[in-house]
């Protein structure tokens, strides 16, 4: 897949999630967040971000990306894209369903980190 062709794909995954996030925000939040659920959004938002971080440093390397929304070589704009739409995507999910907000942050979490760890095992291999 061509970086246009990627950008192109981006750009309508960008329009579905702005959808989405207006109509969560129409919807308004369901209920809020304990504590705990606090620290688990944070969490996700720390995992997807080191996982998009170590992508961008191993496909600045030379690397190629396994995520088949991403293209083999990505660029920095579209890792931070996606991994923001994630980040987006499981918070509103926890919003309309708030009774599984818990497993919707921990999803972002378990992914993120497994992601990131992966990347820097490469990342170590290949220097």
């Known amino acids: 897949m061509t970086r246009e062709q990627n950008k ?3 750009y309508v995954i960008e329009i579905v999630i702005l959808s989405l996030f207006l109509m969560f925000f129409i ?20 995992a997807q971000t080191a996982d998009g ?3 961008d440093r191993y496909i600045g390397m030379g690397g ?4 088949p929304m991403l293209g083999e070589r990505p660029d920095t704009e579209a ?3 996606l991994k923001i739409g994630t980040v987006v995507t499981l918070w509103g999910l926890g919003e309309v369903f708030p009774e599984h907000r818990e497993q919707f942050y921990t ?3 378990v992914s993120g980190g497994v992601a990131a760890g992966w ?9």
């Open 8 to 10: 192109d794909i981006f």
């Open 27 to 46: 919807m308004g939040c369901s209920e809020p967040m304990t504590p705990r659920e606090q620290w688990l959004l944070g969490g996700m938002i720390a």
């Open 53 to 55: 971080w170590t992508t």
């Open 64 to 67: 190629t990306e396994l995520n």
């Open 79 to 81: 890792i931070a894209f």
């Open 107 to 109: 999803v972002g979490i």
């Open 119 to 127: 990347n820097s095992y490469l990342i170590d291999k290949h220097r």
